[in-house]
T-cell receptor, first 109, second 112 residues
Framework: GQSLEQPSEVTAVEGAIVQINCTYQ??????LSWYQQHDGGAPTFLSY????GLEETGRFSSFLSRSDSYGYLLLQELQMKDSASYFC??????????FGKGTRLSVIA | GAGVSQTPSNKVTEKGKYVELRCDPI?????LYWYRQSLGQGPEFLIY????????DSGLPNDRFFAVRPEGSVSTLKIQRTERGDSAVYLC??????????FGPGTRLTVL
């Protein structure tokens, strides 16, 4: 089967940097995606890593290490609007995305 | 262009009733996915369509759940003899094959 582990909650200060880790166990791994979901809203795509290394998109970066079955999402210059749940999701074989349980990020002043 | 739309946004029903949830994907997206999300959990895969056919329905919890996509566009998720445990937000997503999934706003189903 497939499983993903990520912290359930993280709190960080406005303007700071926060890293949300994700470890996974799966067979036929293709890549790791990250999604953001505000309360009552739909998940929205943030990034995808198919290869090892860092992908940067504005204030958000995502990292993958296939050998360690590990990735993280890095959020810089945190803003209050970044308060949301963040999900890592594994793409493997021909199966659709398998999501982690999510990390609830609270940004405080 | 328009995103993924889902109707109704909220559905309250009684235990034992039949419900249909509708998803209208982004035009041109051949892949369509249904997920179920409970409070504090990530989306849980139910079924995946490529075109009109169900490519993977391994996530459907039991035979009370069924989904169709007869013309390769709009999809309907059907739940028979609803149970209180079916209460959740049902999310639909669409994509071009191999690309990122775009999610709809979801239908919040409450079974009393």
């Amino acid at each position: 089967g497939q499983s993903l582990e990520q912290p359930s909650e993280v709190t960080a200060v406005e303007g700071a940097i926060v890293q949300i880790n994700c470890t996974y166990q799966t067979s036929g791994f293709y890549g790791l995606s990250w999604y953001q979901q505000h309360d009552g809203g739909a998940p929205t795509f943030l990034s995808y890593n198919g290869l090892d290394g860092l992908e940067e998109t504005g204030r958000f970066s995502s990292f993958l290490s296939r050998s360690d079955s590990y990735g993280y999402l890095l959020l810089q210059e945190l803003q209050m609007k970044d308060s949301a749940s963040y999900f890592c999701a594994v793409l493997s074989g021909n199966t659709p995305l398998v999501f982690g349980k999510g990390t609830r990020l609270s940004v405080i002043a | 262009g328009a995103g993924v739309s889902q109707t109704p946004s909220n559905k309250v029903t009684e235990k034992g009733k039949y419900v249909e949830l509708r998803c209208d994907p982004i035009s041109g997206h051949t892949a369509l996915y249904w997920y179920r999300q409970s409070l504090g959990q990530g989306p849980e895969f139910l079924i995946y369509f490529q075109g009109t056919g169900a490519a993977d329905d391994s996530g459907l919890p039991n035979d009370r759940f069924f989904a169709v996509r007869p013309e390769g566009s709009v999809s309907t998720l059907k739940i028979q003899r609803t149970e209180r445990g079916d209460s959740a937000v049902y999310l639909c997503a669409s994509s071009r094959p191999g690309n990122e999934q775009f999610f709809g706003p979801g239908t919040r189903l409450t079974v009393l």
